[in-house]
């Protein structure tokens, strides 16, 4: 027989355990479906640690999600009385003029927000264990900082579980189809149907969304953790996370949270993924060489030899901007998608407005810049 629940979420990473969560403390009975372990590494929503932030230079639009998010991270860590986020702030770095220093000072401007500016040299005495390019104007973000990511999504699992949610692991969905008022799903073990069915697939929502030809591209993206040789990095000591924009690239990173090693990544460049069954999951030398250049150069406190790495999934949105909406055809049907690179810190926001559109089709969070409209002129690629 065929298993009945209200909403089935596809995919229960970062934003499919916010969805979840925030659907199952609204009383609906909720079924997310994982083809992994819960909380593994496979996806987009690993790797000890994301920047969060309020002073977005991505847009300003971003901003009143934000201070939404900040709330409901904070609900989440009471709830579960766990520790997921360090408010250690955040400095950036970057000639006056670039995306990352006018832009997160334009959001900051519009919005109210408490920034810092300041020259090089004053950064680099606060900070020692960090250095500025004389020609960078550095913004510092007080409220800014870090989120532990594993442990956020497993909270947002148990609470799930906790307030009745239903969630299986090792459990992939083949193919789903729906009428309007339902939908039909079904994985390698069962079918389910459920009034509404949200897709939060990440990297695979491509594949899960084939009839729209949504315009993403995956990207592999490498993390590299590197020893801490002098200094103070600890998260314990002040050190904040960073955030460097150069012509040839944007470099970020984190303090030291197990005392030894520092985790360091490139947000621009990647390489595109064909096929998500064959991901390279090795290092490369390729992989190692910007990153030890940017930590030589800025960073004299670690040793610009990776102790240890991870490969993670960015999925680009023609705009890096998310795509959250109805599907075209079914509104019973939910889309998150595209988060390029920048979506975790708003994981919690995004179940919200998903459980809002799973259960009344509308929803009152500023949601409109995200929708699937802007790339109507992308023309849909139907199978
Ligand atoms: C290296 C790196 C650094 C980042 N840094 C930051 C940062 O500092 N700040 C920030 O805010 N964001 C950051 N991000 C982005 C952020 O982590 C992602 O936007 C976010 O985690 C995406 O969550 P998701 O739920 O869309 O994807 P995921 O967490 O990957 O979840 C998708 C899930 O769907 C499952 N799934 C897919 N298809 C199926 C199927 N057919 N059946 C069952 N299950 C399925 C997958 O297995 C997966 O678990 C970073 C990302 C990476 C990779």
Not at 40 to 65: K, N, T
Not at 227 to 235: A, D, K, L, N
Request: with cysteine.
């Amino acid at each position: 027989m065929t298993a009945v629940f209200d909403v089935i979420v596809l995919g229960v990473g970062g934003m499919g355990s916010a969805a979840c969560q925030q659907l199952a403390a609204r009383g609906a009975k909720v079924l997310g479906l994982e083809q992994f372990p819960l909380v593994h590494d496979r996806g987009s929503s690993h790797g000890e640690s994301r920047i969060i932030r309020q002073a977005y230079f991505e847009h300003p639009d971003y901003v009143p999600l934000l201070l939404r998010t900040y709330e409901l991270w904070r609900q989440l860590e009471h709830s579960t009385n766990r520790t997921l986020f360090h408010q250690v702030g955040l400095a950036l770095s970057g000639i006056s003029t670039s995306e990352t220093i006018s832009g997160a000072k334009k959001s900051a401007d519009l919005h109210r927000l408490n920034i810092e500016e300041m020259k090089p040299a004053e950064a680099h005495r606060r900070w020692p264990s960090l250095t500025f390019p004389a020609e960078h104007t550095v913004v510092f973000e007080p409220l800014a900082g870090l989120l532990l990511v594993e442990r956020c999504v497993q909270a947002q699992i148990d609470l799930a579980q906790q307030c009745g949610a239903e969630i299986r692991s090792h459990e992939r969905v083949l193919e789903w189809s729906s009428n309007g008022t339902s939908v039909l799903v079904r994985t390698d073990r069962a079918e389910y149907s459920a009034g509404s069915l949200v897709v939060t697939a990440g990297a695979w929502a491509g594949q899960c969304l084939k009839e729209l030809g949504l315009p993403l591209e995956v990207q592999r993206k490498y993390v590299g953790w590197f020893p801490v040789r002098q200094g103070s990095f600890s998260v314990n000591e002040g050190m904040p996370t960073y955030f460097y924009e150069f012509p040839h690239g944007t470099f970020y990173g984190f303090p030291s949270i197990d005392e030894k090693t520092a985790k360091v990544a490139e947000h621009s460049g990647g390489q595109f993924v064909p096929d998500l069954d064959q991901i390279d999951r090795s290092q490369h030398e390729s992989d190692v060489t910007r990153l030890s250049a940017f930590i030589s150069s800025q960073i004299p406190s670690l040793d610009p030899t990776p102790e240890r790495y991870s490969v993670c999934l960015y999925t680009m949105s023609p705009d890096q901007h998310f795509i959250v909406d109805l599907h075209p055809e079914w509104s019973n049907v939910i889309i998150a998608t595209g988060f390029s690179g920048h979506g975790f810190k708003f994981a919690p926001v995004i179940g919200e407005a998903l459980a809002d559109l799973a259960t009344t089709r509308t929803t009152s969070l500023p949601i409109t810049f995200l929708s699937l409209n802007r790339f109507r002129s992308t023309p849909l690629r139907h199978p």
